[in-house]
């Protein structure tokens, strides 16, 4: 599991419960999200900021999905997936006619629609495939960390931990906060899992660039290169 901190998301959805459902997954996935309910206010948001992605029901009030796609084309070739309760051929065929890169039909499951997300993000080129901290580097896609050149020998959760902790760095993470993101919101188990990975990280890593913070979680301090 990756978290990518930079990555502007615009949310279109003209239902409430959707849309705040959505927005929060991605903004906790670690995405800066904007959400909008009206065709024509979305039109306005997207021209005047620099998203790297859209995310885009058909059904709204004012301007349609389908329109608001035609005008983003016409702006920017920036990826478009279309979220919609739609599932028909002929609108599925309409959108990608239209050059939306994706299409998810309602009901969905929430980590899918992460997953998806990322991948175009990835296509697209506005992913790194290498976040990089003093002299650490990490390379998600490989899951391959390295300090100074040497290769460190982190656990999937290691690396999603140092992972999380770097791309927020000068932020602290609260622990329940790590715990959902690495381990899933639905993990039932003991919580003092975070604390047994990050005394193991500690111990691979030749410098501790890992911070406590006494009763609210763990942060890496922002310095050094970026």
């Known amino acids: 599991m990756a978290f990518y901190m930079g990555i502007k998301i615009l949310l279109v959805e003209d239902d409430e419960n959707i849309c705040n459902t959505v927005k929060a997954f991605l903004q906790d996935a670690g995405y800066e999200a904007d959400a909008c309910r009206d065709g024509g206010e979305a039109l306005k948001m997207f021209a005047s900021g620099a998203y790297h992605l859209v995310i885009l029901d058909i059904m709204l009030p004012g301007l349609g999905g389908h329109e608001l796609l035609r005008e983003i084309r016409r702006m920017r070739d920036t990826p478009v997936m279309m979220m919609t309760a739609l599932a028909d051929d002929e609108n599925q065929i309409r959108a990608f006619d239209a050059e939306a890169d994706d299409y998810v039909t309602k009901p ?4 899918l629609l992460l997953k998806r ?11 790194s495939k290498e976040v990089r ?10 899951y391959i960390a390295h ?3 040497a290769a460190l020998p982190l656990t999937i959760k290691e690396f999603d931990i140092l992972l999380l902790l770097v791309q927020n760095k000068g932020r602290t ?3 329940d906060t790590i715990l959902s993101r690495v ?7 003991d919580g003092s899992v975070v604390h047994t990975h990050i005394k193991n990280l500690r111990a691979k890593l ?7 913070v006494r009763g ?4 890496v301090e922002d310095g050094g290169a970026p």
């Open 206 to 212: 030749p410098e501790n660039i890992i911070i406590n």
């Open 173 to 175: 993470m609260a622990h």
């Open 108 to 111: 969905f499951k929430m980590q």
């Open 133 to 142: 901290h003093r002299s650490l580097s990490l390379r998600p896609d490989d």
């Open 183 to 189: 381990w899933g919101y639905d993990y039932e188990g």
């Open 117 to 127: 997300a990322e991948a175009l993000l990835r296509r697209s080129g506005a992913l």
């Open 147 to 149: 300090y100074d050149g």
């Open 216 to 219: 609210v979680g763990y942060r």
